[in-house]
């Protein structure tokens, strides 16, 4: 967990909560406060604060509300919450404990059992961090091609619903590339497959070199096959792309273990415009398909060539694309 992360102190009486502050203070704590659960809500709203210290009591949102009203909010992390109160009975601890509460301290609270909680809270949330980054690894690994690092088929059908989706809202251009390196059997044959993967490898870091970070993204669709998707980006605009990507690849030196090794790559794009009536009902399927379409011609017409297509529209109000064979 983050050192010096503040604890959000809500009381609404002034020397109570100064004298916690001081208490938390003197242990090495930074703290920020609140006068009220509304105000609390606010102060989350601006910082995240993982751990929340609250009176029961209070105007407006009162300490259980406020429990609650924490429990349903998106967060960022798990906030640790310790509700305090003059209130002791069991009845009150397990009803302050419903409402969402970790932990309870009666008031007036002591300094050293005060820190100790805090203390419990602190390794309670330590460990929620760790699960919630092994979640995140898993997360990463499930969604990536172990060897090239590049997206998998299971993140390709988890998000190009969604980009596709989001293009047609905002008639935004949305165009994908099929690059496939040349004669990647032969290559392996001649070489290995040792040779081979550092080939792969290579190939993908090259291409992930190349296109915009966070905007782009690069999927392993098959063995020597990627698929490049572009959004907001329209068919010249995609010629552009596959074009500087057929010349990148085409001057990689790749360094194998006997040789060093040239390969070119063949690249077919489709581009959906959604201000074109046609496109508006593409389907994530008949994108890909036209950019393979585009793929075949340009592998049989030699390879090392770049075609792409606008996708359904018959007519267009682009200036026809650009074959750079
Ligand atoms: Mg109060």
């Known amino acids: 967990m983050k050192e010096n992360f503040p604890i959000l102190v809500v009381d609404d009486d002034i020397v109570s909560r100064a004298v916690v502050q001081k208490y938390l203070h003197k242990a090495g704590f930074e703290v920020v406060c609140a006068g009220n659960g509304k105000e609390a809500l ?23 509300e406020l429990c609650r009203l924490i429990r349903e909010k998106q967060t960022v992390g ?12 069991k009845n009150d601890i397990v009803s302050g404990l419903e409402s969402g509460a970790d932990d309870y301290l009666t008031k007036p609270v002591h300094p050293a059992e005060l ?25 990463i690994l499930s969604i990536t091609d ?24 905002y008639k935004h251009s949305l165009s994908v590339l099929l690059a496939d390196i040349d004669f990647f059997k032969k290559v392996n044959d001649t070489y290995g497959h040792q040779a081979g993967d550092i080939i792969l ?7 992930m070199a190349q296109v915009r970070e966070d ?14 998707v572009l959004p907001e980006t329209d068919c010249i605009g995609a010629t552009v792309v596959a074009e ?11 360094p194998c273990e006997q040789a060093t090794v040239h390969i070119t790559a063949s690249f077919g794009g489709a581009s ?23 793929l075949y011609r340009a592998k049989r017409e030699g390879r090392n060539r770049v075609h792409v297509t606008e996708t359904l529209a018959r007519s267009c109000n682009h200036p026809p694309c650009v074959d750079r064979s």
């Open 42 to 64: 606010t102060v989350l709203e601006e910082q995240f604060c993982p751990i929340v210290l609250t009176d029961w009591m209070m105007p407006e949102i009162n300490g259980p």
């Open 272 to 294: 959906a415009c959604f201000t074109q009536k046609s496109d508006l009902d593409i389907t994530v399927e008949q994108l890909i398909d036209r950019a393979d379409e585009q």
């Open 215 to 228: 905007v782009d993204w690069v999927v392993r669709f098959g063995g020597e096959e990627f698929l490049i």
């Open 78 to 89: 798990y906030i640790f919450i310790i509700l305090m109160s003059a209130r002791d009975s």
């Open 244 to 254: 500087r990507l057929r010349s990148a690849i085409y001057q990689l030196a790749i």
């Open 146 to 169: 172990p060897l090239t690092g590049c997206y998998n088929r299971t993140y390709l059908g988890e998000r190009f619903a969604k980009e596709l989706s989001r293009s047609q809202r």
């Open 201 to 207: 490898k290579a190939f993908s870091k090259c291409i």
């Open 115 to 139: 820190v100790a909680r805090i203390k419990t809270g602190i390794r309670i949330l330590s460990l929620e961090q760790s699960l919630r980054n092994a979640n995140e690894e898993i997360r």
